[in-house]
């Protein structure tokens, strides 16, 4: 009986390990790249410059002059929020707003104004954009390209971020490339080859293959489930194994005496 169980947990054990081992690996590289990497590297923070001021002797407009403006157009709902943010400068009004679809379906855009004379302006141009990505990159590197985004998909280095947006790329250090949402007209994110490399394996790491980001679907809890059948077939197998299990039994001799 104990060489039938010790033969079904060491093949239980060997195919489990076979099946989930590279995942394993794959696991322990992430881990190991995680814990020697400074997130502040990962996230580009020493390429980047603090966001400039308002001063607060500028003269500015109050933000109801371009809300009022914004509210003649077609659609526009309500006000969600404003901000006074610095562009190259220049006082800037974000006015985030609800805007109401043919559809019915409300979703949330964000407009620019100027503060000091309350117009309404358009997005940032490719200049402006440029011009802002070396305002706030900390490198002295020259611009290798520059890209208008109008869509991503889950797998894209800017997921989940506000759109259009200029993608200024430098050529050092480490290929970085800032982000600059044209509507909202500030920098939304660093991007080098070490986070490049931190995505990737994080994505092996979650076991994601389609947003990267969701750690609650079926593949990785069905491989945590056959990762801990692993972890406890070995310790069975250890226990099999050990000499005081697979120790025989003595036999008790009966000796009967007649008298």
Do not use: C
């Amino acid at each position: 009986m104990n060489r039938s169980w010790h033969l079904r947990i060491r093949k239980t054990h060997r195919y489990l390990g076979l099946f989930i081992g590279i995942q394993f690996l794959l696991w322990t590289l992430g881990g190991l790249y995680f814990s020697w990497s400074s997130l502040d590297d990962i996230h580009g923070d020493h390429l980047r410059h603090r966001a400039a001021y308002v001063p607060i002797n500028k003269a500015l407009v109050s933000p109801t002059v371009p809300m009022q403006e914004l509210g003649q157009q077609a659609g526009v709902d309500s006000i969600a929020g404003v901000y006074l943010i610095d562009v190259l400068g220049k006082p800037v009004y974000q006015l985030a707003y609800q805007h109401i679809g043919a559809d019915g379906h409300a979703m949330q855009h964000t407009r620019l104004a100027d503060a000091q004379t309350g117009k309404l302006r358009p997005e940032l141009t490719k200049a402006e954009a440029v011009l802002l990505a070396r305002q706030h990159f900390t490198g002295s590197s020259a611009v290798d390209q520059v890209e208008y985004l109008t869509s991503t998909n889950g797998h894209h280095e800017y997921r989940g971020k506000p759109l259009p947006a200029y993608a200024v790329t430098f050529q050092q250090p480490a290929h970085a490339t800032i982000y600059v949402a044209s509507h909202v007209g500030t920098v939304q994110s660093v991007r080098t080859d070490p986070w490049r490399v931190f995505d990737f394996l994080w994505m092996l790491h979650t076991m994601d293959y389609e947003g990267r980001d969701d750690m609650n679907n079926s593949l990785l809890r069905t491989f945590s489930v056959l990762g801990l059948l692993t972890i406890s077939s070995g310790f069975a197998l250890y226990f099999v194994s050990s000499p005081w299990f697979r120790r025989k039994p003595k036999r008790v001799s009966i000796v009967s005496t007649m008298e």
